[in-house]
Nanobody
Framework: VQLQASGGGLVQEGDSLRLSCAAS????????MGWFRQAPGKEREFVAA????????KYADSMKGRFTVSKDNAKNTVSLQMNNLKPEDTAVYYC?????????????????WGQGTQVTVSS
C-alpha cells in the first residue's frame, strides 16, 4: 500500500484544516488507519485512528473534541478534520495503515506509512 498525505499548511490559531490520505496499490478496507505526528525534537506521537470497518475510532486526549478521523473505503482515503488548531499542533502529520485492522495507538502496529504533510499553526 502506498499512502500519500496532503492538506497541510500554515494556519492561525483557532483555524481548521482537513488532512487527506490517499491510498493506492491495495484497498484500505481491510486495514485500520491511523494518523501520527512528529514535532521537531520530539518523538512521533499518536493522533487518531479508525478501525477497519470504521466501527471504532480512537483519539489522543489532547485531540478529543477537536479532531475527527474518518475512512472512506470506496474512495480509498482516510481524512483527519482538525478544528480549533493550536500552536502545539504544529508538526509533520503522517497517515499509516494497520494490518491488524483495529486502528491501533501503537506506531509499531502499522506497516505502511505515508510521507507526511506539514502543519504549522501560528499564534
Amino acid at each position: 500500500v502506498q499512502l500519500q498525505a496532503s492538506g497541510g499548511g500554515l494556519v492561525q490559531e483557532g483555524d481548521s484544516l482537513r488532512l487527506s490520505c490517499a491510498a493506492s496499490g491495495r484497498t484500505i478496507s481491510s486495514y485500520g488507519m491511523g494518523w501520527f505526528r512528529q514535532a521537531p525534537g520530539k518523538e512521533r506521537e499518536f493522533v487518531a485512528a479508525v478501525s477497519r470497518g470504521s466501527y471504532s475510532t480512537k483519539y489522543a486526549d489532547s485531540m478529543k473534541g477537536r479532531f475527527t478521523v474518518s475512512k472512506d473505503n470506496a474512495k480509498n482515503t482516510v481524512s483527519l478534520q482538525m478544528n480549533n488548531l493550536k500552536p502545539e499542533d504544529t508538526a509533520v502529520y503522517y497517515c499509516a495503515a494497520d494490518l491488524y485492522g483495529l486502528g491501533s495507538v501503537r506506531p509499531d502496529d502499522y506497516e505502511y506509512w505515508g510521507q507526511g504533510t506539514q502543519v504549522t499553526v501560528s499564534s
